[in-house]
Each structure stands twice: as C-alpha cells, then as structure tokens.
C-alpha cells in the first residue's frame, strides 16, 4: 500500500471515531450542534476512503465513481459545516441561509449524473521528490467551476469564525486556523491538479487537521462544562443548605402560628362553654348577696338559685374532667393491663343510673371472660360517656326506651357495644359527632367534648370507636380493643371489710386551704374529716393514726402526692392501698407520668360525691354515711 492510501486510511479512521464521538456528545442537553459536526466528520471519511483508489493506481472506470462519489461526499461535509458554524455561534438560521447551506449539497448531487462532472478520462499525476503518483479523473468545466465554488463556501464558513473570534467566541480561533488549514489544503489539491501547482494532493491532511481541531476543542469544551457543572453543584448546594434552613424556620413559624390558631380556636371554645354556666353561678350568687335582708333571711327563691347554681358547676365540671382526659393523650403512653369487660359494663351502669336515674332500664350482657388491653378506669368512664349518650338520645316521652350494652370477641380483637333504640343521627351529624365543642343537645345538655375526647382515649389504647346510626331506629356505638390473654387477668382480692354502723374518717391532703375547707364541708355530712395542709403534715398525721379512706391532692410543694404515697408505701402499705388522688389537672410531665402508671383510683376536682361513693367501695375503705 502506497503512503498516500495509507494517509487516506488513516484519515478515515480519524473521522469516524471523531465523528461517533461527536453524535455521543450530541445527545447531552447543550451539545445539540455536534449533530453536525458528526455529519460532516462521516463526510471526511467517505472522502478520505475513496482517495485510496486515486492511490494506488486503480482502474480508470474505478477511479471516476470514486472522483464522483467525492464530489458528493464535499458536498456533504460543507453543508454540515454550514448548519454546524450556525449552531455553534449560536446564529438563527433565517430561510436565506437555510438556503446558501443547501446550495453546495446541491450542486455536488450533479456529480452522480455521468459526464456532468467528469467525462470519463484519466490522467496521472507525480511529486517525484515524495516518488508518489495518483490518478485523477479529469473534470469538466462544469465540475471545475463547482469546485471552485466549493472552495469559495469553504473560505465564506472561515470568515465566519474569523469575526466571531474577533467577538470572543470561545474556540473560534481554534475553528479559524483548522478550517484556514483546510482552505489552504484544497486551494492546493485544486492548482497541482490544473498542473499549476507542482504538489502532492494534502487535501486529506486538510481534512485531518480540522476534524482534529474540533475533536480537541470537544474535550476542552467538556472540561469547561465540567468545571461549570462543579461550581453550580457547589453553589447548588449552598443554595440548598440556605433555602433548607429558611424552609424550617418557615415550616417552624408556620406549625407555632398553626399551633397558635389551634389553641385559640380551641380557647375560645372552652370559654364560650365555660362562661355560660359560669355567668349563671355569678348572677345567682350576686343576687342572693344583695337581696339579702338586714336580719339574714334570704329571698324565696333561694333554693331556686342553688340549683341552678349546682347544675352549672356540674356542668363545669363535666367541661374540666374532659379537657383533662384530653391532657393524658399528650402524657406518657398508657399502661395496658387485662381488663375485664363485664367490670366495665357493670361500674359503667351504676355511675350512668345514678347520674340519669331510671327513667331509661339500662341492661348488660358481657361474658366474664371477655378481657381487652386496656387501663379499667379509663374504659369505665368511656363506657359512662356512651351510656349516658345513649340515654340523652332517648325522648322524654318515649316509655318503650332502652340501653343494652353486649360484648364480643374475634380475630384478636373485643368489641364493647352500648346500643339505644333512641332518635338516631342523620349522616349529617354522624360525620361531625367527633369534632370539638360540637353537640346536638341543648344548651346546658352536653359540652361537645365527651365524644372527642372518647375517641382519642381510645385510640390511645390501640382501639379504635366508631358509630352506626338510623334516624328514628336508634345508634349502636362500637368500641374496638385489643384481647387481652385470659392468663394476664387476676382477679381483684375481696374489699376489706368494715364494720357497720361506723362513720369512717377520711384524711383530706391538700395544700389549698379553701380547697380544704370546702371538702370538709362536703364530706363531713357522710364521713369524718380531717384536713391536712401539705405533704409533711399528711404523713405527720398518717404515723399518729389509721384511716378508711385518704384522699391526697397530686400538686402539692415538697413532691406531692407522689412522695406521699411512695413514703406510705414504704412504712405501711395497708395504708397506701387506700390512698385515693384528687386533682385539677397535672400541670408537669412528670405528674402526668405519674396520674399514667398510678394503679391507685384517680379523681378529678371538683370532686364528685357519687364517684367517690363508688370508689370508697371498691377499696373498702368506707362505706355509705352511718
């Protein structure tokens, strides 16, 4: 193989890889103009394959295809870099340049009609200092002036770059010299084949030299990019670390104000449904203070006044003893032991006849080995709550009323049902009973809390309550817990026993003197009282003597009731099993913690009597007043 075919092979090989580089590049965003530049490439090495039959001495009929096909193949490689310098340069292609890039591919198509270009004779041509001979194909007048218009377009994409480099294009100016290089070349390959010129054909160096001009400028274009991409990833970052912390102090401002609205929204509630009682006691209590007569009688509907009076606070109450099981969702988790249902229905009946009275036959049917997951003090009074629902459902004048409560089991699961044959819900109602504060009772009949809070207690078991209600049919409310194993379960020793016909004593322990005084008062009529002001006269008074029942307040200076009954638990543990705690609400963490675990009885403030009396029997620390 002669060097001329060998520099034509390996020019070819050049352009390929350059130009499968190319469309590889050309696929990333940015880089779409090296779809030309991968055109014109392929275009090379078409041109630079077919000089090796010019090279080696083929042929004539061989030697004029291939002169053709090259026509064709310049044709292409100039209009690539036509559509490519646009691209690059970043220029709009308007119609007319669209055109001007179409001419040359245009005009070189004729060199596939024979005798058009090339009339079919040969002739050679040497450069004998390089001992170096070619064949050519002789073109005619029309191919010659095709060729040079080629070499015109050729210099006409070179100016181009010569005043983008002027403008500051990056890699014009390397563009410039490789396509000045190429230009030279082919004013070269075009005077030595006229016999002008005597010179070896280098029009594929000419080819060479461009394509590897632009094959280098790929990989400095890549390591610019590169770098650009580096120093956006950075500041990236740093804008993401910037915009992260202002969206967590936004999303921070955004949960306090959200928690803000929460609160007042749930505030306003509170107050709305305290002050209406609340303005029934203060009225009644500034009428009686001011119609009193000089000589102490009150007016003559007094007795009308503290009824009134009493059935707001207790309405209060009510209001309080619910935010206040609403305040243990937010304590520790609660501790879970096996509790039997039918103890829950029966306690949830006697605290509901006693609140309701009987106008409405309550009636339970509970197996007694029914045992669910649970805290039993915290069921009684949901199961209260439902009950006593299911009775406020049932009209005044209905006389055919009634609330069964039933139990079953299944799947791992034990379902409390407290069903009425009452008024029933519209669906309407049904998907709001579960909001805060809202009630379908009238005023003074109910807070709108109860059901929420139901809920939530029992959510906070594992459990879940729900509802299933027909207007005029009644509604059958559904609590659902986890099964407790019937080994977990043990069953409560005998209440100690009291002798009958004894007033029992009761230790009252509280730090607030008025707390005191008022709960001497109350018990006093059914118990013997005594007070003490705080936790180191509670335990002063509890070494000196016995009693049936100690009621002992959780808030208290010096530990509380929590130190209280750890010390009696120590020294006389008889004594400690009969501690009952009151409280108006656990104001620390700890004292929630601790209302949580207590498995002594726990009742909220004001106290109320009839709970109270059902404690004390429980305990057997104190019975009904002598």
């Known amino acids: 193989m002669t060097v001329a075919a060998t520099i034509a092979l390996m020019a070819a090989a050049l352009a390929v890889y350059v130009a499968a580089l190319s469309r590889r590049f050309s696929l990333a965003p940015g880089w779409r103009d090296l779809r030309w530049f991968s055109l014109a490439a392929l275009a090379v090495a078409g041109y630079a394959a077919l000089d090796v039959p010019t090279a080696v001495i083929a042929a004539d009929s061989l030697v004029v295809l291939a002169s053709r096909a090259q026509f064709v193949c310049a044709g292409v490689h100039l209009f690539a870099w036509l559509r490519y310098s646009d691209t690059h340069l970043g220029v709009r292609p308007s119609r007319a340049r669209t055109a001007l890039a179409v001419v040359p591919l245009a005009l070189t198509l004729f060199a596939l009609v024979p005798e058009i270009f090339y009339g079919g004779a040969v002739r050679i041509h040497t450069f004998a200092p390089f001992g170096i001979s070619y064949k ?65 054909y280098l029009i594929d160096l000419g080819f ?16 610019a990019d590169a770098r650009a991409l580096a120093e956006l990833r950075l500041r990236l970052e740093s804008l993401v670390d910037d915009r992260t912390r202002d969206l967590a102090r936004a999303q921070e401002a955004l949960h306090r104000a959200e928690k803000l609205a929460a609160l007042g929204q749930f505030a306003a509630g509170v107050a709305h449904e305290v002050n209406n009682p609340a303005a029934v006691v203060a009225a009644n209590l500034k009428y009686l203070a001011e119609c009193r007569t000089d000589d102490g009688a009150w007016p003559a509907d007094t007795g009308d006044c503290v009824s009134e009076s009493l059935t707001a606070m207790d309405r209060i109450a009510r209001i309080v003893r619910q935010l206040l099981d609403a305040s243990r969702l937010a304590a520790a988790p609660v501790a879970v032991e096996a509790v039997s249902l039918a103890r829950v229905a029966q306690e949830s009946l006697r605290t509901a006849r006693a609140r309701c009275g009987q106008r409405v036959p309550l009636e339970a049917n509970v197996p007694e080995d029914v045992l669910a997951l649970g805290q039993e003090s915290m069921l009684v009074q949901i199961a209260v709550n439902l009950v006593v629902n299911a009775v406020q459902a049932i009209p005044a004048d209905r006389g055919d009323g009634k609330v069964r409560v039933t139990a079953s089991r299944g799947g791992g699961r034990v379902r409390l049902a407290v069903e009425d044959n009452g008024s029933g819900m519209t669906e309407e109602v049904l998907r709001r009973i579960f909001e805060p504060f809202f009630s379908t009772k009238p005023f003074g009949g109910g807070t709108g809390l109860g059901l929420a809070v139901s809920r939530g207690l029992v959510q906070s078991l594992g459990g879940d309550l729900r509802f299933e209600s027909e207007v005029g049919r009644g509604t059958r409310a559904l609590v659902e817990l986890p099964e407790a194993p019937a080994r977990a379960h043990h069953a409560g020793g005998p209440p100690r026993s009291v002798p009958v016909g004894r007033r029992r004593r009761i230790l009252v322990v509280d730090d607030e003197p008025a707390v005191l005084r008022s709960l001497a008062r109350g018990l006093s009529s059914r118990y013997i009282v005594e007070t003490a002001g705080g936790v180191d006269e509670g335990l002063l008074r509890l070494s000196r003597a016995r009693y049936d029942l100690v009621l002992c307040d959780v808030m208290m200076p010096v530990g509380g009731g929590e130190r209280l009954h750890g010390e009696l638990a120590r020294r006389d543990p008889e004594q400690a099993a009969l501690v009952v705690f009151i409280t108006g609400g656990a104001t620390s963490e700890d004292a929630r913690r601790f209302l949580a675990a207590q498995a002594q009885p726990v009742l909220d403030k004001p106290l109320d009597l009839v709970a109270l009396a059902a404690v004390a029997e429980r305990l057997g620390g104190a019975g009904a007043a002598a």
Request: net charge positive.
């Open 136 to 200: 050519d194909a002789v073109p005619t007048a029309f191919g010659e002036l095709v060729y040079a218009l080629v070499i015109g377009f050729v210099g006409y994409v070179t100016a181009r770059y010569a005043l983008a480099w002027r403008r500051g294009v990056p890699q014009a100016a390397l563009h410039f010299f490789a396509l000045a290089f190429l230009l030279a070349m082919a004013t070269n390959d075009a005077l030595a084949a006229s016999g002008v010129l005597n010179s070896p």
């Open 208 to 223: 060479i030299v461009p394509i590897g001009a632009v094959g280098y400028s790929l990989t400095a274009r890549f390591a």
